[in-house]
């Protein structure tokens, strides 16, 4: 849709007021924009305020940066509010100020008609030839076999992450595939994880806390290395853990699980607490509260549920009394229970179905274009959003790229189609 608009808006400039140039923006599903609505959580967390090229994940640093830098997030914020949306920002993300998605995709549907963009929707595209310095592109409207002819074309096919929302028949990379267009393996990225001990987590089920969480990898010699952390609200579900935290860090589990590395993570459910206050603490807390078993010793430190499964895993009760007597058994006792809390280590087995994840990790080889997403070796083919090979963290920073390589996209194809008429000496105005 920010490729269509921008084509349209390029073919005005060159016109001056009636467009010259048509755009056809052919969708698979019922209505274009659908995966807009189930964004941020019907929010639509549409940027963010820290735009930049380390959030995100590709294999063409050159031409992701050259991308971002020219649409940073003020340009976004500037498109949406060039086409009527307000806006309001919470902890660096932004959303539609009437904060429903719907806004956003209302707003691109209007500037799409105010432009006189041809829509076709429940069209399925499945093909494309190069011809006559353009291209052929194929596609099916039911059982009907169609085709039209365009100066350069856009491919903005998505992922099929999220694809709860698709047509079931759609294949993101199909078309680009049919041009000989390069993809990388793909993964599922902001998804929830899959753990070992389930057992644990059939208890834990519909916890949230606030924890740190660390990321190793295990080679075959069973050498843990410390990759990443991230630091927020952890949800626990009954096979595992899901959670903005845990989005952060799937992309890259994903990509270990299929390189069949072991993946740990250990979860700290008191990322307040100070190692080297903890004795002090236990010591302290002994002191203050004597004679109570370790479920009430626990009491106001840890959700009664981390409690239950931590106290499990050391082999303890809740209804164990702390020793009196012995300070050295009752510090043991209470610092494992402690640790374990601190340092609760679980084996990550899998990452959720592509489908059921926000995005999707690889795409099309992002080196195959150049800084203004032309493909390079086929010229008026370009690309934009999710369907290249760029996934960013969670925060609004893939919707960001979205538009953003879509502006680019739409505008560049625009001048090359014009350009390709002129060249062939037929007169846009005409
Ligand atoms: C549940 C959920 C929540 C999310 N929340 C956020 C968020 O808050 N912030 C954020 O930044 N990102 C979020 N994302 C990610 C974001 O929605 C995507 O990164 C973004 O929509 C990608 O835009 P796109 O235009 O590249 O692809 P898409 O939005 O997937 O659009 C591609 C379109 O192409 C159509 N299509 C595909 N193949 C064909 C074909 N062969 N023929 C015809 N049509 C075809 C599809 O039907 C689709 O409508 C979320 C994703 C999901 C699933």
């Given amino acids: 849709m920010t490729a269509a608009i921008a084509a349209l808006e390029e073919a005005q400039i ?18 274009v924009g659908k995966k807009i609505l189930a964004t941020g959580n019907g929010k639509c967390n549409f940027t963010h305020e820290k735009i930049s090229g380390v959030s995100y994940h590709t294999d063409d640093r050159t031409v992701l940066e050259a991308v971002i830098s020219g649409f940073p997030t003020e340009a976004v914020l500037h498109f949406f509010e060039r086409l009527g949306m307000l806006y309001r920002e919470k902890n660096g993300y932004f959303y539609p100020l009437p904060e429903t998605a719907s806004t956003v995709l209302d707003v691109l549907r209007l500037r799409l008609s105010e432009l006189g963009c041809e829509i076709s929707c429940g069209v399925l595209v499945y093909g494309f030839e190069n011809k006559s310095g353009g291209f052929q592109i194929c596609f099916a409207e039911g059982e009907k076999k169609r085709l039209v002819y365009a100066e350069s074309v856009i491919l903005a096919t998505g992922s099929r992450a999220g694809g709860f929302l698709q047509n079931k028949n759609t294949d993101p990379l199909g078309p680009a595939k049919c041009l000989g267009l390069r993809s990388t393996a793909l993964y599922p990225s902001l998804a929830k994880c899959i753990c070992r001990e389930d057992f644990y987590y059939r208890q834990l089920a519909g916890v949230r806390s606030q924890v740190r969480l660390k990321l190793y990898g295990e080679d075959q010699a069973a050498v843990r290395k410390f990759l990443r952390q991230e630091e927020g609200e952890l949800q626990l579900t009954k096979e595992g853990i899901s959670g903005i935290v845990v989005f952060q860090l799937s992309g890259k589990i994903a990509e270990m699980l299929s390189e069949k590395r072991r993946v740990i993570v250990e979860i700290n459910f008191l990322p307040e607490f100070s190692e080297g206050e903890l004795s002090g603490w236990i010591e302290e807390r002994l002191s203050m509260l004597p004679g109570r078993c370790l479920k009430d010793f626990f009491l106001g430190v ?11 895993a050391e082999g303890l009760k809740g209804t164990q009394e702390i020793p009196r007597g012995d ?3 009752s510090f043991r006792m209470v610092s494992s229970v402690m640790e374990r809390a601190l340092h609760f280590t679980t084996e990550v087995t899998g990452v959720s179905d592509i489908r059921q994840a926000q995005v999707c990790r690889g795409g099309l080889v992002l080196s195959q274009f150049d800084t203004k997403l032309e493909c390079r070796k086929l010229a008026g083919c370009f690309a934009c959003g999710e369907v290249l090979n760029v996934d960013g963290e969670c925060g609004g920073y893939n919707l960001h790229f979205a538009w953003g390589s879509g502006l680019l996209a739409g505008r560049e194809a625009m001048k090359r189609a014009l350009k390709n008429r002129r060249r062939r000496g037929i007169d846009g105005r005409e």
């Fill in 327 to 329: 300070r050295g058994k």
């Fill in 302 to 312: 840890l959700h009664k549920k981390v409690l239950d499964v931590c106290l499990q």
């Fill in 14 to 31: 060159y016109n001056g007021t009636a467009a010259p140039g048509r755009v056809l923006l052919l969708e698979s599903n019922d209505r």
